[in-house]
Nanobody, 121 residues
Framework: QVQVVESGGGLVQPGGSLRLSCAAS???????????MGWYRQAPGKQRELVAT??????NYADSVKGRFTISRDNANNTVYLQMNSLKPEDTAVYYCNARIVIRTTPLNYWGQGTQVTVSS
């Protein structure tokens, strides 16, 4: 059974910091190996958008979070983190963790249930 579980969301004032964590578990990750992990977010009335991804040595950030957010990964435990600093009200969204494997050439994506991040004074 595959599980992708996020934690660490909450309410923070503008300029504050939060750290999100996500752990992926399930035999499929051991069988095929984790290709990439990452964070996406969805604000009310908007589409889900990429925040940051990490795959091997490659890291990708959305322009809106560069210099403020840092993604890191614990490969041994299929865990990914997102350190969010200098938070802004526009960072308010539900943050979703993504875990991706590739079978032959077909990517399979697994999602967490989401964790709410609210930036407000």
């Amino acid at each position: 059974q595959v599980q992708v579980v996020e934690s660490g969301g909450g309410l923070v004032q503008p300029g504050g910091s939060l750290r999100l964590s996500c752990a992926a578990s399930g035999s499929i990750f051991s069988l095929y190996g984790m290709d990439a992990m990452g964070w996406y977010r969805q604000a009310p009335g908007k589409q889900r958008e990429l925040v940051a991804t990490i795959s091997g040595g490659r890291i990708n950030y959305a322009d809106s979070v560069k210099g403020r957010f840092t993604i890191s990964r614990d490969n041994a435990n299929n865990t990914v983190y997102l350190q969010m600093n200098s938070l802004k009200p526009e960072d308010t969204a539900v943050y979703y963790c993504n875990a991706r494997i590739v079978i032959r050439t077909t990517p399979l994506n697994y999602w967490g249930q989401g964790t709410q991040v609210t930036v407000s004074s």
